[in-house]
T-cell receptor
Framework: QKEVEQNSGPLSVPEGAIASLNCTYSDRVSQSFFWYRQYSGKSPELIMSIYSNGDKEDGRFTAQLNKASQYVSLLIRDSQPSDSATYLC???????????FGKGTTLSVSS | GAVVSQHPSRVICKSGTSVKIECRSLDFQATTMFWYRQFPKQSLMLMAT?????????EQGVEKDKFLINHASLTLSTLTVTSAHPEDSSFYICSARGPSGDQETQYFGPGTRLLVL
């Protein structure tokens, strides 16, 4: 069974700090990796996608992928209270298939 | 970016009735849409994959006769919860594969909150 694991948290960081969110996946042939943010009562919104090993930066967000270790992470720099949400890691094994989601990590940024 | 809408956003119904939820891709054509369900404090669980013009593919444990999916056009998929019961109360979210050139990404609708009394 394909699984995506995340620490449920909550992860608490002060405003301005770096938040580090981690995710591991079981299917070694996974090709595409996504981070979604979900506010309470809302649907997920895409933050970043990453397909190749290494880092990918977009504004305050950096996604890191290590396929050998089956590990993907999301760093949020200069964390803001508005970043407080649940962050979902999602993995796709093959093109055209559905995403498999982790249970999410709840991030709380205190001002 | 690609926009997906859902209607209604919230519905309350009596046990035993049927409820239809619409999912539309507003500015692109979506040959594939996905239906998820999310219970409180839980992650999204895939219910079925909906392909335009063909029968939906249901995940294990999801009753296809209870959750009817129709994907009759490239911009619309519907989920009908038949004979709803209180245990069907949940947050139903659809997503669509992105447009050409962005098909690895799934874009989510805003969700439909269903409460069955």
């Amino acid at each position: 069974q394909k699984e995506v694991e995340q620490n449920s948290g909550p992860l608490s960081v002060p405003e301005g700090a770096i938040a580090s969110l981690n995710c591991t996946y079981s299917d070694r042939v996974s090709q595409s990796f996504f981070w979604y943010r979900q506010y309470s009562g809302k649907s997920p919104e895409l933050i970043m996608s990453i397909y190749s090993n290494g880092d990918k930066e977009d504004g305050r967000f950096t996604a890191q992928l290590n396929k050998a270790s089956q590990y993907v992470s999301l760093l949020i720099r200069d964390s803001q209270p508005s970043d407080s949400a649940t962050y979902l890691c999602a993995v796709k094994s093959q093109a055209g298939t559905a995403l498999i989601f982790g249970k999410g990590t709840t991030l709380s940024v205190s001002s | 970016g690609a926009v997906v809408s859902q209607h209604p956003s919230r519905v309350i119904c009596k046990s035993g009735t049927s409820v239809k939820i619409e999912c539309r891709s507003l500015d692109f054509q979506a040959t594939t849409m996905f239906w998820y369900r999310q219970f409180p404090k839980q992650s999204l669980m895939l219910m079925a994959t909906s392909n335009e013009g063909s029968k939906a593919t249901y995940e294990q444990g999801v009753e296809k006769d209870k959750f009817l999916i129709n994907h009759a056009s490239l911009t619309l998929s519907t989920l009908t919860v038949t004979s709803a019961h209180p245990e069907d109360s949940s947050f139903y979210i659809c997503s669509a594969r992105g447009p050409s050139g962005d098909q690895e990404t799934q874009y989510f609708g805003p969700g439909t909150r269903l409460l069955v009394l």
